[in-house]
């Protein structure tokens, strides 16, 4: 069954399940924000050919990966998620199936993070693009945002870096990684294919707020186009440099098989793990990473790690305290190239 | 140039003069909604080829078509704006030209409305694609939906329905409308091309209603798929029908003057006039037609017109009172096909 088959009433019907009953059926979505927040609103567009294929996603994992790249936005903001939009354009001849899949997909992101569809526009086109835009809210003491990093705040970043990276070179090149055991496979390949946006962090953070006197500013962003992007848009906002101990950077063993020499790399500038970069007072900034490395989960699969120092002078480099490896300076005019 | 030369930073800086300040430079935008509202949120997908094209549709006209489309839905919800967000995804070889345009008509659409844009995100694609959310909040009391109408009231629709369709006829056939003078033209064209979301409609409902000791409710959308599909579908949400008196459907002069016999079926089916179908008690009614006829505007030209009836009986019947046309029965199954 091919999508122009279906028919626009049966289509309708199709998606329905999937959308939150009560917001739909007006020319708009309707929401009750809680009160006194800020919205915090994110969109992203996600295209066939440039950011999934048919060769390296299914179509659940184009909805998982595309819900949990906004559902990353607003947990790199501290916001809690109120719904997403989705607007969808398919070519007439595709399978219903591929679009079921990718609703099922967004669903099973979405319900890990207790929210759902609202509304959306569904369209013809000649290529496959899912434009999502997420809204969530947060009490405006406790927005995150790029531009508040402090000389002397550590920098924690949460989970690995660099595996989404291995992931994906994984479905790309059969030959690649050979030597891996099926569970570091996995490990990597499920980072590319259902990365989990971390607003498990988010309660984490309330806590440690709740529990001290001091009143400090978390300043942050999430790494999807990289790591070392985010430290650089976080340094350029703020008006700040940053050391970085190269050492700290946590990196999965199952990287290091695949790539004993750039892993490092990797974990810099490959993106898409959308793992959290978060600027703090030192002290905080310890007890969330002993939060984080809770006992029951494995050790800094789930975690954070304190990577560095946020410095007054505007300069980002990620140095080796062995003095093994050379100093590395990041350009802090260069960022993510997206065309 | 071509935005492949433009780089990620050049197309930034191009973009960044049309968004509010304010709420870019983070993982998502930050607006602070009104207190106790409702939030809006409406999503509008325009792809090349299928919702606009070189041949009809300027960049600018794109812009601001693709605005007027979103912020109509928020009026059919009797919603204010408070910002948008724009998915945009381009082929690499598209002039700058085309993007910048494309941003002055939406601008230019938006500051018509006092309201701006407030994030977005930008890709490759190899087809125009244009996805706009927009964000309204309104007093959850005198929130519009389209399952409230309610059997005697009286339907109002805002507007002439049918010169989009013809304007954009006269756009895509050179031999049609040679008779129409410059004026009439530009009349169709200007429905087409700008057409005009009916916000000026929110602060006069409000002030019927401050005026009035009665509590009403007002059931409605806006007739963006035709003015017969709003009215079909205000019947299937609300389990009522409708009669509608033929002769009452505002018609342009400039419509009967290329389509002596077809007119109405225009008015009917041609969508895109993005005008109003309201539902309201016939005294309402009444006035709102007054206040929006108010001297000063041309008759009709931005005028409203009560054309019908609600009814309990699951019908919509068109009647023709001096019983020259036959009564025409609209099927409450069928609606507009997007696919």
Redesign the interface.
């Known amino acids: 069954m091919l999508?122009?088959n279906?028919?626009?009433?049966g289509?309708l019907a199709l998606i329905r399940p999937y959308c939150i009953p009560q917001s739909i059926?007006?020319?708009?979505?309707?929401?009750?924000?809680p009160?006194?927040?800020?919205?915090?609103?994110?969109?992203?567009?996600?295209?066939d050919?440039?950011?999934f294929s048919d060769r390296t996603t299914s179509p659940f994992d184009v909805g998982w990966r595309s819900v949990a790249a906004n559902l990353?936005?607003?947990a790199?903001?501290g916001?809690r998620p109120l719904?997403i939009?989705?607007?969808?354009?398919l070519p007439?001849e595709l399978p219903v199936v591929w679009l079921e899949q990718l609703y099922q997909g967004m669903q099973a992101c979405l319900s890990s993070y207790g929210t759902g569809i609202?509304?959306?526009?569904?369209?013809?086109?000649?290529?496959r693009?899912v434009?999502i835009?997420?809204?969530?809210a947060v009490n405006?003491e406790r927005?995150i945002?790029?531009?508040t990093a402090m000389p002397g705040d550590a920098i924690v970043i949460t989970g690995y870096h660099g595996n989404a990276d291995g992931g994906l070179k994984l479905l790309l090149d059969s030959q690649l990684g050979q030597n891996l055991t099926l569970e570091d496979r996995q490990i990597l390949i499920q980072a590319h294919q259902h990365p989990q946006p971390r607003l498990d962090v988010l309660p984490i953070l309330d806590r440690l707020r709740d529990d001290t006197s001091t009143i400090f500013q978390i300043a942050g962003?999430?790494s999807s186009d990289g790591l070392a992007d985010a430290i650089v848009q976080i340094c350029r906002?703020s008006q700040v440099g940053a050391i970085i101990d190269r050492a700290a950077i946590p990196i999965a063993p199952a990287l290091t098989h695949i790539y004993p020499d750039s892993a490092l790399d990797s974990a810099l500038y490959g993106g898409e793990d959308f793992e959290l970069v978060l600027c703090m007072p030192e002290t905080i900034a310890t007890q969330l990473v002993a939060s984080l490395d809770s006992p029951g989960k494995r050790l800094r699969q789930q975690g954070a790690a304190i990577i560095g120092k946020i410095t007054q002078q505007l300069a980002i480099s990620i140095v080796d305290p062995t003095q093994q490896y050379p100093t590395l300076n990041l350009d802090m005019?260069s960022?993510?190239?997206?065309?």
């Open positions: 999508i122009k279906l028919g626009e009433q289509l059926g007006d020319d708009g979505a309707i929401i009750h924000p009160a006194d927040c800020e919205l915090v609103v994110t969109t992203d567009v996600l295209v050919g440039v950011h990353s936005d607003l790199a903001m916001a719904g939009t989705v607007g969808l354009s007439p609202i509304g959306g526009d569904l369209t013809r086109s000649i290529v693009t434009a835009t997420a809204l969530g405006p927005l945002r790029r531009h962003m999430d906002s005019q960022g993510f190239k997206h065309f």
